[in-house]
């Protein structure tokens, strides 16, 4: 939804009160208007799909006892935690966060660790190249268009595809909700070392098989 300069003329009082309701949502005085109009004139914006879906994912990993989500008012990112059966339990934290764009590119997760073992931080690397190997297999195969994947020093992110324009939010949420618990189950059974790579791409298959959307 493309967005246009316009110049408003509000009474003083008005942009105090804005301004304070903006400062306690986390938004801007723009944005903040923007929702306000949205609500008024029932026009849904790409800022209020993505925190709808945010939130859809929120409730859907809820009843989790392995993923606990957490999703700051009006936002368009939200992040999950998952401890590892570790010494120390050492936590792993993803980052989901969604794009006003739609497309190829619309969003992205990232698997965020922090940990001072260097065995640890080998084992979870060979997983992430892993997975990429497998991803770029599975669509080539399909002829789809893999996605983007950067790797660094406590940090993998791979891009998020959304380019279907009926897609509902609770289709969205439900194929966001399901590829995190896959990724995250099949990342600890790695590092547990009860998983060959040839078991993680079968269980990898089978996992995507079943989505009705691939993100």
């Not at 493309?2 to 003329?9: A, E, I, P, V």
Request: hydrophobic share 40%; glycine share 4%.
């Amino acid at each position: 939804m493309k967005k246009t300069l316009y110049s408003l003329m509000l009474d003083e009082d008005i942009v105090r009160e804005i301004d304070i309701l903006a400062r306690r949502s986390g938004v801007t005085r723009s944005g903040l208007i923007n929702e306000i109009l949205a609500d008024y004139v029932q026009v849904m914006t790409p800022e209020r799909r993505i925190n709808q879906v945010l939130q859809e994912v929120e409730q859907l990993l809820m009843p989790s006892r392995q993923l606990i989500p957490y999703l700051p008012p009006n936002s368009m990112s939200m992040s999950m935690k998952s401890s590892l059966a570790y010494k120390y339990r050492p936590t792993v934290k993803y980052e989901v966060e969604l794009y006003r764009t739609r497309g190829i590119d619309s969003g992205s997760l990232s698997v965020v660790f922090r940990t001072q073992s260097a065995q640890l931080i080998d084992d979870m690397t060979q997983f992430f190249v892993l997975w990429k190997q497998i991803e770029d297999h599975w669509f080539t195969a399909r002829g789809m268009q893999p996605r983007q994947y950067e790797l660094y020093r406590g940090k993998f992110v791979r891009s998020i595809s959304m380019e279907e324009d009926t897609l509902s939010t609770q289709d969205a949420a439900q194929a966001i909700a399901d590829y995190v618990q896959t990724f995250d189950t099949l990342m600890k059974a790695w590092l547990a070392g009860s998983c060959t790579p040839e078991q993680v791409m079968q269980q990898y298959d089978a996992a995507m098989e079943s989505q009705s959307v691939i993100l």
